[in-house]
């Protein structure tokens, strides 16, 4: 496993907005598919958003299109997830995972390599 960090999780109101980040330490996510996961309180974790190495490659779940923006810069090592008109289901923890095999594909589960260890969204007035 290779060390990722999320951050920019906290608390917001309902239809407010957030940007997570994800960054790598100590290697380059340019050769990376990054996904963004999610995980609420007695559920399951859930893919959200996926974004292939180039960035040119990107998919949501139903649950956040039109919301939810993946993007990337390679330039910097980070993988950014923006989220706008936020609502009280959206709250989990949020974790970013990276995998190098098949990096141009827009392709994210459970079953990628590396994980960060979450950051918190709380959505609630």
């Known amino acids: 496993q290779l060390p990722l960090v999320e951050s920019g999780g906290g608390l917001v109101q309902p239809g407010g907005s957030l940007r997570l980040s994800c960054a790598a330490s100590?290697?380059?996510?340019?050769?990376?598919?990054v996904g963004w996961f999610r995980q609420a309180p007695g559920k399951e974790r859930e893919g959200v958003s996926c974004i292939n190495s180039s960035g040119e490659g990107t998919n949501y779940a139903d649950s956040v299109k039109g919301r939810f923006t993946v993007s990337r810069d390679n330039d910097k090592n980070t993988v950014y997830l923006q989220m706008n008109s936020l609502k009280p289901e959206d709250t989990a923890v949020y974790y970013c995972a990276a995998d190098s095999f098949l990096h141009g594909r827009t392709f994210c589960d459970n079953a990628m390599d590396s994980w960060g260890k979450g950051t918190l969204v709380i959505v609630s007035s």
């Open positions: 100590g290697f380059t996510l340019d050769r990376y598919r």
